[in-house]
């Protein structure tokens, strides 16, 4: 199957910073699979737009992610994708918390064939399996055979190939003024190209802040991936740096970074030890 993921803007501002969820979900989708991505934030779409793009790469699903900020326009593309005859998955932190909206089964008309709750992870590849069979259910739940709520452990997080990655559409360079590029080449700066590269090392938060989705989504106890799964990610970056004559600044997108400090000094000295390896 072909597959897209989208990530709607929020119709005022650009973000500077592609959204993690797509490239995780490219990563776990099994093999076979072409998945392409489009950030409205990147490239800012109309509906009309996004249905030509859908005719013309010969998509078969569209997977749509948003914050509560972009849930109209993301409902206004789904409606539009929809209209085309390709099933929309919605997911993310909107859908989970009003999945019966998406679904049009409160007073409002349905934009979604199907909707995944919470964490995605483990039921990505299953949602592309029914795709695939036409056979989508509406609701996507990460829970066990006795309904119980599973969370990924991050223990075993996929390798997201950034150097596979199609980034073009993040390049900053392209939205820096024409001077503040002449700048750049005057200075010497020998970056073709500028990321920036969202990473996350722990999900979770305990503190439960009411205006806070983070730990009813996540959980309240912190998960974290290995330090070698996020050290092999940096060098990866490092490299592709080097090779692709790039500047790639890194975002850790952790709500908390520093909560447990013994485990963050010791990914923090994982970084300098191995950082300092390369040559
Ligand atoms: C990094 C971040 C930002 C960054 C950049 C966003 C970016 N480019 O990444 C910045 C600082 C810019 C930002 C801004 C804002 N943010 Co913010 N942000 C985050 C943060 C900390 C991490 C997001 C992330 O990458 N998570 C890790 C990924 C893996 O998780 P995920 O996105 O949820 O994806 C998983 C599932 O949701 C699911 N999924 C997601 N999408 C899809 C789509 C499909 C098809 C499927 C099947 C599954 C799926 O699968 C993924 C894997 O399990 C989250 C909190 C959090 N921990 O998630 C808040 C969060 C997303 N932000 C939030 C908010 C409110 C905002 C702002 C509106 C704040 C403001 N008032 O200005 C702005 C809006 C920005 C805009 N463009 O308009 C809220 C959203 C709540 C909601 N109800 O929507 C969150 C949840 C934090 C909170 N306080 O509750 N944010
Ligand atoms: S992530 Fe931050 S705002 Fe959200 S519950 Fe935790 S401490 Fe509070």
Redo the contacts with the bound molecule.
Sequence with gaps: MNIL?Y?P??E???????????F??KS?TPPEHRVLLV?G?AQRMSERALVRYVRDHQIDL??????????AKAYRMADAVRAAGIPV?????????VPDEALGRDAEPRHAD???L????Q??PR?VADAERGALKEI?A?VDEAGKEVK?ALADYPEIKWDQMDLDQFDLIGHFPRLARRILTLLGAPWQSIYLV?I?SG?G?PYG?E????TG??GDSIRFRSNESVVNELLMLKAMEERQKAKILV?F???NFAINPRRTKSLLREIIARGAQVP
């Design positions: 993921l990530n803007d929020n005022v501002t650009h973000n500077f910073m592609p959204h993690l969820w797509m995780l979900l776990l950030d934030n569209v997977g749509i992610g948003a914050m509560t900020r972009m849930a998955v919605m997911g993310g932190p909107h859908v989970t918390e199907a909707v995944a919470g964490e995605a992870d039921t990505w949602i996507y990460p990924p969202p996350e999900r938060c802040c205006f806070c989705t983070v989504f996540f975002f997108i952790d709500d």
